[in-house]
């Protein structure tokens, strides 16, 4: 059956002499495997369209029960190539598409998920700035959208509404909890034994901003350096802790070395 999808490319391997098997992330069958026949011979049409992190219109020979799909074209929407090179931006698209690939099963289609990763990257490769911010509403939109949303707005011990209540009693911060995911009160969390991480309250407001604010209005968001590398690694802690896999630590070496250069 011939069908046409729109995907994003988590990662690619050498296959045989001049092809490459290509993990997907596709709108409408989920994640799935697929070969490019000759997608390493320079001379091929599609030669460097299937590459890692590029979000493509492709048309798939799809049959169900096979483990490989075979695809059949690609047309290039957005690449990081695009862009002016920048390895903070490549390092930033690793992490999110290595999150993606540990997040998803197998041909369960999410579209919710899918929009999500598509915009993202589209405003990665078009942006000079801001990556880390662009990456921390992208962790707390994807497990949010995977069914761990954590609780922001109220206590997530005592229910009671965290912004009057911090007011009220002039708090410096507040305790983000992993596991009922959200934000406590700090004598609400000294009860429970769950792990738990101090946040001060401008890394609250610009969390709690973040979680209403849709992606094209990120600009507009007033963010601390300090505040969004903070939220950068507790969200990723969060997502890690509430994904079934663990981080390939691989994938995060190389970010690691990408950045450090």
Same mark, same amino acid.
């Given at each position: 059956?011939? @069908?046409?999808?729109?995907a994003v490319?988590?990662?690619?391997?050498?296959?045989?002499d &001049?092809s490459?098997i290509?993990?997907?992330?596709?709108s409408?069958?989920?994640?799935? !495997?697929?070969?490019?026949?000759g997608?390493?011979?320079?001379?091929s049409?599609?030669?460097?369209?299937? +590459? !890692?992190?590029n @979000?493509?219109?492709?048309v798939?020979?799809?049959?169900n029960?096979?483990?490989?799909? =075979?695809i059949?074209d690609?047309?290039l929407?957005?690449?990081?190539?695009?862009?002016?090179p920048?390895? /903070?931006?490549f390092?930033?698209?690793?992490?999110i598409?290595?999150?993606?690939?540990q997040a998803?099963?197998?041909?369960?289609k999410?579209?919710?998920?899918?929009?999500?990763? *598509?915009? @993202?990257?589209e405003?990665l490769?078009?942006?000079e700035?801001r990556?880390?911010l662009l990456f !921390?509403?992208f962790?707390?939109r994807?497990?949010?959208?995977?069914?761990f949303?954590? *609780?922001l %707005?109220?206590? @997530?011990y005592?229910?009671?509404? =965290? +912004?009057?209540?911090?007011?009220?009693?002039?708090?410096?911060? =507040?305790s983000f909890?992993?596991?009922?995911?959200g934000v !406590?009160?700090?004598?609400?969390a000294?009860?429970?034994?769950?792990?738990?991480?101090?946040?001060?309250?401008?890394?609250?407001?610009l969390?709690?901003?973040?979680?209403?604010?849709?992606?094209?209005?990120?600009d507009?968001?007033d963010?601390g /350096?300090a505040?969004?590398e903070?939220?950068?690694?507790?969200?990723?802690e969060?997502?890690?802790?509430? =994904? %079934?896999?663990?981080?390939r630590?691989?994938n995060?070496?190389v970010v690691a &070395?990408?950045? *450090?250069k």
């Amino acid at each position: 059956m011939i @069908v046409k999808t729109r995907a994003v490319v988590l990662r690619e391997i050498k296959y045989r002499d &001049q092809s490459k098997i290509c993990t997907l992330f596709t709108s409408e069958f989920g994640k799935l !495997a697929a070969i490019l026949k000759g997608g390493r011979n320079p001379k091929s049409r599609l030669s460097g369209k299937f +590459s !890692a992190g590029n @979000v493509l219109d492709i048309v798939l020979y799809k049959k169900n029960g096979r483990d490989i799909q =075979l695809i059949s074209d690609g047309s290039l929407l957005f690449s990081p190539l695009s862009a002016e090179p920048d390895m /903070e931006r490549f390092a930033t698209m690793y992490r999110i598409i290595d999150l993606i690939s540990q997040a998803l099963e197998g041909e369960e289609k999410n579209l919710p998920l899918f929009s999500i990763l *598509s915009g @993202v990257l589209e405003i990665l490769y078009s942006t000079e700035k801001r990556f880390e911010l662009l990456f !921390a509403w992208f962790l707390l939109r994807m497990i949010s959208t995977l069914g761990f949303e954590p *609780s922001l %707005d109220r206590c @997530v011990y005592s229910g009671e509404p =965290l +912004s009057a209540a911090a007011e009220t009693m002039m708090l410096r911060e =507040l305790s983000f909890v992993m596991n009922p995911g959200g934000v !406590a009160l700090p004598a609400a969390a000294l009860r429970q034994i769950s792990q738990q991480h101090s946040i001060t309250m401008p890394a609250y407001r610009l969390l709690s901003e973040l979680s209403s604010a849709p992606l094209s209005a990120l600009d507009e968001i007033d963010a601390g /350096e300090a505040e969004t590398e903070f939220l950068c690694k507790l969200l990723q802690e969060y997502c890690r802790q509430h =994904l %079934d896999h663990a981080p390939r630590n691989r994938n995060l070496a190389v970010v690691a &070395q990408m950045l *450090s250069k």
